[in-house]
């Protein structure tokens, strides 16, 4: 990444695409991970002011239920839960399973749902119940089954949506690896060796580089899939540090609806339909991806490894 485009991730200008530009969505089936809390949240309330379906998928019931309360109050709109672990492979196929008993179609879906441990707290070495780091799990493997699997009900809304398509976005970051090593997924030596904001970055170099891979394995069929920096470590830091530091950092930072807009644009807006396997930055622009992450082989390779995982389980 040059420094002029990490300075203007960091710094980005003021946003030309509002909540306000998002279009109808009257009949649109929309899912949402990570709905319940954050950036998430603010995807989901603007699609429900839009007149979407929205289902709100999220990993504590309780959470999920609670924040779908708040927006309903807000909105006067009711989004659906849909339990969904995206560090558990059956938690992932069970989610596909109870979406697909009530729908046949689904127009966007928003891999917004992650983890992020840059330092070394006490959750960052934990390993998840398929044996995998808890970061790979829930920020790659995760979404990228959980997309799979969904693919049958993203060919159908792109068949019955006006312009043919369905969209599909994957929350990367402006921290990123220049590579994946894969000997650091599961519990080994190597794994314990690599700090925790190089398997955070890791993961996220993988979103960038499957949403690639999806758009060239899937483009054909009107299935459209973006990376994107939602909100610039700015917005990141809103929603991740701990509270006493952001109110004291509050006037350096962007207010979490902020980072709502890019994912937005890259699902709703008719700007959009052209960039299909693009790398998005904020806020609503098309930034330049890594050169590692658009090497053919590198895509090929990772699905390969997805692949291959999945089937274990």
Not at 25 to 52: C, D, F, Q
Request: include cysteine; proline fraction near 5%; charged fraction near 25%.
């Amino acid at each position: 990444m040059s420094m002029g485009q990490l300075w203007s991730q960091t710094f980005p200008p003021k946003p030309q695409f509002h909540a306000e530009d998002v279009p109808d969505l009257s009949g649109k089936v929309m899912i949402v991970t990570g709905g319940n809390t954050g950036i998430g949240k603010e995807i989901v309330r603007v699609l429900l002011t839009h007149n979407a379906k929205v289902y709100l998928a999220a990993r504590n019931v309780d959470k999920g239920h609670a924040a779908i309360e708040e927006l309903k109050k807000d909105t006067g709109k009711e989004a659906t839960f849909l339990q969904l672990d995206l560090c558990s492979l059956k938690s992932i196929r069970g989610a596909v399973d109870e979406f697909s008993k009530k729908e046949r179609e689904l127009h966007a879906l928003f891999n917004n749902g992650g983890v992020m441990f840059l330092t070394s707290s006490p959750h960052a070495m934990d390993v998840t119940e398929d044996g995998y780091d808890i970061q790979w799990a829930t920020n790659a493997l995760g979404p990228f089954y959980f997309t799979k699997l969904l693919i049958p009900a993203l060919t159908a809304g792109a068949k019955q949506s006006a312009d043919g398509k369905a969209r599909v976005t994957f929350s990367a970051s402006i921290v990123q690896t220049k590579s994946i090593k894969y000997d650091v997924m599961t519990d080994t030596p190597a794994r314990k060796k690599m700090c925790a904001d190089q398997r955070y970055g890791q993961s996220k170099f993988a979103n960038v580089v499957m949403a690639r891979e999806f758009a060239r394995r899937y483009g054909d069929k009107g299935l459209l899939f973006n990376s994107l920096d939602p909100g610039g470590i700015k917005t990141g830091l809103q929603q991740h540090m701990p509270g006493l530091m952001r109110t004291l950092l509050n006037p350096m930072l962007h207010p979490v609806p902020m980072g709502a807009l890019t994912p937005l644009w890259a699902a709703t807006s008719p700007e959009a339909v052209d960039l299909n396997g693009k790398f998005l930055i904020p806020f609503a622009r098309v930034g330049v991806a890594s050169e590692a992450s658009q090497d053919p082989k590198v895509g090929e390779k990772l699905f390969e490894y997805f692949e291959e995982e999945v089937k274990k389980h």
